[in-house]
């Protein structure tokens, strides 16, 4: 039963919460009045006095704010009632002394004559009027004060982005005024540039005129010499110290006669492009047996034998005979060259995937990590030199390259210094069918 009386009465003071501000005259916005605290703490005290003794204290300062004698004697009795409750002595005591002065007063006030009564309420009046409008004051100054605030942030975000766009707009323009000065930088330096090729081109047009004009030149007194020799045998046999010195002038003459050669091929294979080749299908094996026949003697003449492995089928490539005719001689050239006496040169065709791989290989001095670096340069001079004194303009092996590249083909040196060295000229294969076809054209 004592639960259920507990139940009711919170439940008698959440009603009494919620129609209190209607019973007592005053809105839900407006502040609760001591009346209002004294009934939820009277309601309190035998339940829930902690409780009570809140309720009662709100009242007992609203009351004391407002000057109200008969809420103060009325809270204060609610406060006592409460420290007995919770066995508070020291503060019941205090708070009966503050009840027995409220009691005093209030006998004194019932004393006082109407008017004063109608004073005190005109002047409690005034207070809650003034108390209002301070509200609505610092109401007022709130909304300004956020209303400020707002705008100042919006001056502000604008003003930042302001700046930023006019900093990306400068940089813009910044960048762009430096791309056109860069621009025409560009197109300065490559007329310059086209100038330059231009002027390069009609000097290097002029240079081959010259070789090619010097040699000629070169050439026709050495055939005089050599003529003026061939006349001096035919006439009469000379002597032997005569002989000798025939003879040293017939090789000097014939090497003179081979770097003219070699210079005068350079030059021509300088202005010479892919256009000017004529490339067709070539038997490989039948240009190699050609090269190899014209420099048997040369071979011979230094007792090295020229091994030849070829493959079983023939092979065709496309390219320009007499271009691959050169590069061979090249090769082969080199390798007796640079081959002591009594050795090998091995060359062999062999086909791989799509490409017909042709090596020469001898077993001379070799060449350097420095001379493979360089080799294919014109004018190098590598480590390696001639066994027999044999003349060397340094020009074979960029002839070699230049005119391989143009073929559409690669070439490539193995070498180990002391142990020789093997070139390999490698190009594309002509598929079986189309060689065939071509035969019988």
Not at 19 to 41: D, E, K, M, V, W
């Amino acid at each position: 039963m004592e639960d259920d009386s507990c139940y009711f009465r919170s439940f008698l003071a959440a009603l009494l919460i919620c129609i209190a501000p209607l019973a007592f005259g005053q809105s839900h916005t407006s502040r609760p009045s001591p009346l209002f605290y004294n009934r939820l703490a009277e309601t309190y005290i035998d339940s829930l006095p902690m409780r009570s003794l809140q309720y009662a204290e709100q009242a007992y300062y609203l009351a004391k704010a407002r000057q109200d004698n008969h809420a103060i004697y009325r809270a204060l009795s609610n406060i006592v009632a409460a420290h007995w409750k919770l066995n508070n002595r020291e503060q019941h005591k205090y708070y009966s002394v503050l009840l027995f002065e409220a009691h005093k007063q209030l006998r004194k006030n019932r004393q006082s004559t109407p008017w004063d009564k109608m004073l005190a309420l005109q002047k409690e009046a005034d207070s809650i009027q003034m108390q209002l409008t301070e509200e609505r004051y610092r109401q007022a100054l709130a909304q300004s004060e956020s209303a400020n605030y707002l705008l100042q942030t919006w001056l502000i975000f604008v003003a930042l982005l302001s700046v930023v766009v006019l900093f990306f707009w400068w940089r813009t323009q910044r960048t762009n005024t430096l791309l056109e000065q860069q621009k025409q930088e560009i197109v300065h330096q490559n007329q310059q540039l086209q100038e330059q090729n231009e002027c390069l081109h009609q000097l290097g047009i002029e240079r081959n005129e010259f070789i090619h004009m010097l040699s000629h030149d070169l050439r026709t007194p050495f055939n005089t010499i050599y003529g003026l020799l061939r006349l001096i045998e035919i006439d009469g046999a000379p002597n032997s110290r005569q002989q000798e010195y025939i003879t040293q002038i017939d090789t000097t003459i014939k090497r003179a006669n081979v770097l003219i050669k070699e210079i005068l091929e350079a030059s021509l294979y300088e202005q010479a492009d892919v256009q000017t080749l004529k490339t067709e299908a070539v038997t490989v094996h039948q240009v190699v047996e050609q090269v190899i026949t014209d420099f048997k003697s040369l071979a011979e003449s230094k007792n090295i034998e020229i091994v030849f492995n070829k493959p079983s089928a023939d092979l065709s490539i496309h390219a320009d005979q007499q271009a691959l005719v050169r590069i061979l001689e090249n090769l082969l050239s080199n390798a007796i060259k640079y081959s002591p006496t009594d050795r090998k040169v091995i060359v062999e065709i062999k086909p791989q995937q799509e490409s017909c791989h042709i090596s020469v290989q001898d077993f001379g001095p070799g060449f350097t990590e420095e001379d493979k670096k360089k080799m294919f340069k014109k004018f190098q001079r590598l480590s390696a030199r001639p066994t027999a004194g044999e003349p060397s303009t340094g020009l074979g092996l960029s002839i070699v390259k230049k005119l391989t590249e143009q073929m559409k083909g690669t070439v490539t040196c193995e070498s180990v210094q002391g142990k020789g060295a093997k070139f390999t000229v490698s190009f594309p294969l002509i598929p079986e069918k189309q060689s065939l076809t071509h035969t019988m054209l």
